[in-house]
């Protein structure tokens, strides 16, 4: 019956928001979002922001699919029969923008942004050649992988870690191959980077990692091809393939490393899809040494509160 029905299905109106303030509010956020951005929501972000389009008590037929810049509002139901690949049942909010042709070229966010304002998916510089220079923010789910035993081969011949953290937003011993009084301690920093915004048909001519220092910066860091999972895991502490794209001393500060020939093939290989990125200590892990000092490298993480410290991919490219 009409008057049964719920004020949102109408759309984010003003009965809307006096019904169900705190999901509105996080609707509208999510589709302003959508305007500004098509077409970068990614199924990683998608699923971050699953209760700001999905109102309270709707249920999904199984493997249904979102339409990025939908909206789903309380009280929405599929009818009986619908099945994934069907026209969506009418009450679903649609995005502002139509996202297979939208209006000229999407919009890049300044390059200066507030340091505790939320980062930008990419930031893109055009020089005069034509040539592209694209900086794309580490995803959150980055974090590291631990372990630690009485034998440096048990260490670091181990098949899966003991521990694992994805939400810190720095750790002074996030990278680390030591000795630690009478045991040897491993631990290997993960990183994500979304390249969907990079067609696969452009050729890249550089890439450099952005990793910000935190606290501790004793010795060298590798960086090399990660194979990890997502969501990272204590199984991920092996994660990692091919020789090193990088390895240079580490500071507290601000560490850009430029990626050799392997480093530019791998972006190259993984453009349209997702960076994967392992950092190790270079001296003791990387060349399996047996530590005889304490020896660590800490960085900061996505889900840092300063958008300057978070990790960062440049890629330049025609």
Known sequence: MAGNEDPCAKGLTPQCFAAHPEWAKMAFAYRLFC????????????????????GPGVVFPPDFIF???????????????????????PGSIPPGVDWN??????????????????????????SPSGEIALE??????????????????????????????????????????????????IRRSFFYFDLSEISASKTVLSASLFIRGWQYADARVSVQQGSQGDPLSVDDFNA????????????????????????????QSILGNTAKLCLRDYYNDYLDVIPT?????????????TVARRPRLTIVYK
């Open 240 to 267: 990692f393939s091919g020789s090193y794209f990088i390895h240079a001393a580490w500071s507290t500060g601000d560490n850009v490393l430029t990626f050799n020939a392997a480093g530019i093939a791998y972006i």
């Open 67 to 89: 339409p990025p810049g939908f909206v789903f509002p309380p009280g929405f139901v599929f009818p009986p029969g619908w099945e994934p690949g069907d026209p969506l049942p």
């Open 35 to 54: 305007i500004l951005s098509p077409p970068a929501i990614t199924r990683r972000l998608q699923k971050a922001l699953f209760r700001a389009f999905v």
């Open 136 to 185: 794309v923010y580490g995803e959150t789910g980055d974090g590291h992988v631990y372990i630690a035993r009485s034998v440096w081969s048990d260490a670091h011949g181990a098949a899966a870690g003991s521990s694992f953290n994805t939400t810190d937003a720095q750790d002074g011993d996030s990278i680390i191959g030591t000795k630690v009084g009478i045991s040897y301690a």
């Open 101 to 126: 042709n939208p209006p000229g070229d999407s919009l890049s966010p300044p390059p200066f942004l507030a340091p505790w304002g939320p980062p930008p998916n990419y930031i893109s510089r055009t």
């Open 293 to 305: 000092v304490l020896r660590r490298h800490g960085c900061c993480f996505a889900n840092n509160i």
